[in-house]
């Protein structure tokens, strides 16, 4: 990969305080690195960590009382994994914008659209309340709001769903940032609608060259519109690899992914599930952490520590020591 990655995440731990003497670490070995303009998709089951990451990202670790506890977050040069407020106040919102998951958070339900929108626009000191009100509607343009006057009036309950994501990714996006982080932004909204909201986030990355990096745990949505996938798995990345080579995975993870792919389903075919559940923190097994679930596993596998990144190419990492021997299988009907 070259070394002008707008973000290098390299080998980063994050652990929480369960008392005052228990710690517990939810991620670790985690490595990813993301280019400017690249949309990036980081998929994995629940609970692998992938929100937590997205945390490391955006700072706001403290607030769930977790915190880095090893490895470097690099954004343009500087260390986010030991940057002090001062510098977050810099960053969080102006050149790393957020878009939350949509079930979880959305617009601030007592101000209007268009007061959200100035608030996202008041971290820009330069700009006039006229000049913020003239951007305001130019955001709601830009993610594709109709009749923008009109909606800038609105309160969110007033609007559906699918609307008040775009809101959001139009606060996110209001001080033009250098990388959206968006943790599954269309969960629990509709197929058709999901479908939009992640065309929208591709037509702002190709019109800003904005990166981004985009959580989901469904593949086949994730592959359509991003350039690169990691895959996390029990709080580690297990691989990295072009969307467009994804049936050349070198990881049984990924592959069992992919295979479970609603879509590939034959008709009134079983649907593929991946057998067993991923090992709970605080409980990961010695040697990779997928070895009870694998097809491919070895004795090598069941020792030592968690595999870290093999380099296979500069577009493709795996954390699998028997990668040499994975025919990726995907396209067969094994
Ligand atoms: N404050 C906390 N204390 C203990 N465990 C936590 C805490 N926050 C998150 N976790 C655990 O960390 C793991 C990773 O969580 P998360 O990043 O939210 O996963 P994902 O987003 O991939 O579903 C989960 O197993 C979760 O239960
Ligand atoms: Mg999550």
Redesign the pocket.
């Known amino acids: 990969m070259s070394n002008s990655a707008l973000v290098d995440i390299d080998s980063l731990q994050i652990s929480?305080r369960?008392s005052r003497t228990r710690r517990?670490k939810?991620?670790d070995y985690a490595s990813m690195k993301i280019n400017p303009g690249e949309m990036i998709g980081l998929i994995?089951?629940?609970?692998?960590?992938?929100?937590?990451?997205?945390?490391a990202l955006i700072g706001t670790l403290r607030r769930?009382?977790?915190y880095i506890s090893g490895g470097s977050v690099m954004f343009d040069g500087m260390d986010l994994a030991t940057a002090k407020n001062d510098v977050w106040r810099q960053v969080r919102g102006k050149r790393i914008g957020y878009v939350p998951q949509s079930a979880l958070a959305g617009p601030n339900p007592v101000l209007t659209i268009e007061a959200q929108l100035l608030e996202s626009l008041g971290g820009d000191e330069t700009l006039s309340r006229a000049d913020a009100k003239k951007r305001a509607k130019e955001l709601l343009d830009i993610v594709q709001i109709r009749r923008p006057d009109i909606v800038m009036k609105q309160y969110p309950n007033q609007l559906s769903g699918g609307m008040k994501q775009r809101v959001m990714i139009a606060c996110a996006i209001a001080l033009q940032p250098e990388l959206i982080v968006a943790?599954?932004p269309t969960t629990g909204l509709d197929v058709t609608v999901q479908a939009e909201i992640m065309k929208l986030l591709k037509e702002i990355r190709d019109q800003f060259n904005t990166a981004i990096i985009l959580?989901s745990?469904d593949l086949p949505l994730i592959n359509d519109v991003c350039d690169q996938i990691t895959v996390?798995h029990a709080?580690a990345t297990v691989e990295n690899i072009a969307s467009a080579e994804i049936e050349k995975s070198k990881h049984p993870y990924t592959i069992a992914l992919y295979k479970s792919r609603i879509d590939l389903a034959p008709p009134r075919g079983e649907l593929i599930t991946i057998a067993g559940q991923p090992p709970?923190?605080g409980a990961w097994q010695t040697g990779c952490r997928f070895n009870q679930r694998c097809d491919f596993v070895t004795d090598a596998c069941l020792i030592g520590e968690h595999p870290k990144y093999i380099e296979l190419s500069a577009t493709h990492q795996t954390a699998c020591i028997n990668h040499a021997g994975i025919e990726a299988k995907i396209g067969s009907s094994l």
């Open positions: 929480v369960l517990l939810i991620v994995g089951e629940s609970g692998s960590g992938k929100t937590m990451l997205c945390r769930r009382d977790a943790d599954e959580v745990h996390m709080g709970a923190v």
